[in-house]
């Protein structure tokens, strides 16, 4: 009888190693706790009308605080001078614009060029080609809707000065103000951030979010030559 128990008991244990030994099925929160992770970035829901979901740091960057990389308006990688000898999409010679992609007007276009292009194409959206294809770089829409419907305040956050954006729901984004990079030159203590929405009158400009200590919110556009940061937004899983 003792035999048999010491039979069965070996059984019972040898079941549990194998049990403990087997891999849980992975999770498909992305390694998130709570989920809020797509492709190892993670993003924020801020109950935003449209359900667009915010990542919550710049692409490059590694955490909120991070300035990450600096884009030109179309361009996917980053550089060493942004000025316009040195853009993808156009020049500027002998005081006129001469632009080869992203044109709505023919007096900016080389040659006449006119292609009506108004948002950037998944192939110059440096959000969508280094994150992949769930994230995406904001329209200038998506930029005013993240605006209206949260509280903004400068805040310095883990030593870094910012935009603290905060939503009716408790959750918040924080914008680090990563100034930009302008024909060799470093402009600190602002936040210019891209939106891949052209400026339909000035296409050699387009839409930015911009702000600073004195402003929560100043929607403007920018030579698209310039260095300028990019926070990608998504639609989750």
Request: with cysteine.
């Amino acid at each position: 009888m003792n035999g048999l128990l010491k039979i069965m008991a070996t059984m019972m244990l040898l079941m549990v190693v194998a049990v403990s030994c087997n891999k849980p099925e992975a999770s498909d929160d992305g390694g998130n706790e709570n989920g809020n992770e797509l492709n190892d970035h993670e993003f924020v829901d801020l109950g935003l009308p449209s359900g667009i979901l915010w990542a919550t740091c710049n692409v490059g960057a590694d955490a909120a605080e991070g300035f990450g990389d600096f884009f030109a308006w179309g361009e996917t990688e980053t550089k060493e001078l942004y000025d316009w000898k040195s853009y993808k999409y156009g020049v500027f010679f002998y005081e006129r614009y001469e632009l080869n992609k992203y044109c709505t007007d023919s007096v900016y276009g080389q040659n006449g060029f006119v292609d009506h292009l108004t948002l950037l194409e998944p192939n110059d959206d440096a959000a969508k080609v280094c994150w992949g294809a769930d994230w995406r770089m904001p329209t200038i829409e998506e930029w005013e809707e993240l605006f209206l419907n949260t509280t903004g305040t400068w805040v310095v956050q883990n030593g870094v000065n910012g935009w603290l954006l905060t939503a009716s729901n408790g959750n918040s984004v924080f914008l680090p103000a990563a100034g930009y990079w302008w024909d060799g030159v470093y402009n600190a203590n602002l936040g210019l951030y891209w939106s891949s929405s052209i400026n339909k009158e000035y296409p050699y400009r387009a839409w930015s979010f911009h702000f600073n200590s004195d402003s929560s919110h100043l929607c403007g556009s920018s030579d698209r030559n310039r260095g300028q940061t990019v926070r990608a937004v998504c639609l989750g899983k």
